[in-house]
């Protein structure tokens, strides 16, 4: 089962939620995978404290013309639709930060003037946390497109019971690459007008993929009420409600694994995780 955590907005405790279901599964038994696809900023290393076994590169592919062939006759720039070709006087352009390695270029060009090479964008890092498999992309620094990365990560998940996404916040491109093909999407938000409105932002995307669903609202004391309203509205599942608690942004702030430090957090996360095995309905 492929679950991803994604939230609408940074700082909802997305990745605590994923790093406690993962220790928590693992310890009731499931063989399970934490696949960190936060390529831009991972910060599960910091919690789960694995052993890195093996780390390479990830590369994507980038278009390269030959200069004598090429008679720059512009139908490689016309069929691109990221603008990463572009065809000026007597010389063929590419901005590889553009590309998308969509290989289009390749099937127009009529001299067979463009090639493919391999450009590294990262690095993929792999190892355990305990009886926890896991999987971390980090993207270089100044690489515009994570979405090849994020990719490489979730090509890289082990053949285990339960896969744990722990996706970027937002809803763009790198979110929508992190959950797509997962079993079940898991919106961790917190009971406050911006939660609230970055939530509904990640539900028009879940509905748009057609993702099956549910809520998690994390520090649900604090706030006010209308997230509750909006998903009863909505006909929305919240599958966990985590009350704020100072013994779980103390571990936070040590750098501990919250459902190892705090019980009753580890009891939370345990009942959300069989809520989730048993179907629960979303």
């Not at 076994?53 to 016309?78: A, F, M, N, Y």
């Not at 007597?90 to 493919?116: K, M, N, Q, W, Y």
């Not at 028009?204 to 009420?225: H, P, T």
């Amino acid at each position: 089962m492929k679950i991803a955590i994604a939230s609408g907005k940074g700082g909802t405790g997305k990745t605590t939620v994923a790093t406690s279901l993962a220790y928590v599964a693992a310890s009731d038994g499931h063989s399970v995978a934490y696949l960190d696809c936060d390529v831009e900023e991972p910060n599960g290393h910091l919690f789960l404290k694995p052993q890195i076994i093996r780390e390479e590169p990830i590369r994507k592919w980038i278009p390269v013309v030959d200069p004598d062939r090429c008679t720059h006759c512009g139908l490689c720039s016309q069929a691109c639709r990221y603008g990463a070709i572009a065809c000026v006087g007597e010389e063929t352009l590419i901005f590889t930060e553009l590309c998308h390695s969509c290989g289009g270029c390749l099937l127009v060009c009529p001299e067979d003037a463009i090639r493919e090479v391999p450009k590294p964008i990262g690095r993929l890092r792999t190892g355990k946390s305990g009886q926890v498999e896991f999987v971390e992309g980090v993207l270089d620094v100044g690489e515009a497109m994570s979405p090849p990365a994020i990719q490489a990560v979730k090509d890289t998940a082990p053949d285990v019971e339960l896969i744990l996404y722990d996706c970027p916040p937002g809803t763009s491109c790198p979110v929508i690459e992190s959950v797509r093909g997962c079993d079940l999407l898991l919106l961790v938000t917190e009971p406050t007008p911006f939660g609230l409105h970055d939530l509904k932002l990640a539900v028009e995307m879940a509905r748009a993929l057609k993702l099956r669903f549910g809520v998690v609202i994390n520090r649900a004391d604090m706030g006010d009420r209308e997230v509750w309203d909006y998903c009863s509205h909505q006909r929305i599942a919240i599958l966990a409600e985590i009350p704020d608690e100072l013994a779980v942004a103390e571990a936070y702030s040590r750098g501990e694994m919250a459902a190892e430090s705090v019980p009753r957090l580890a009891e939370q996360v345990r009942r959300l995780l069989e809520m989730i095995l048993s179907g629960a309905p979303v």
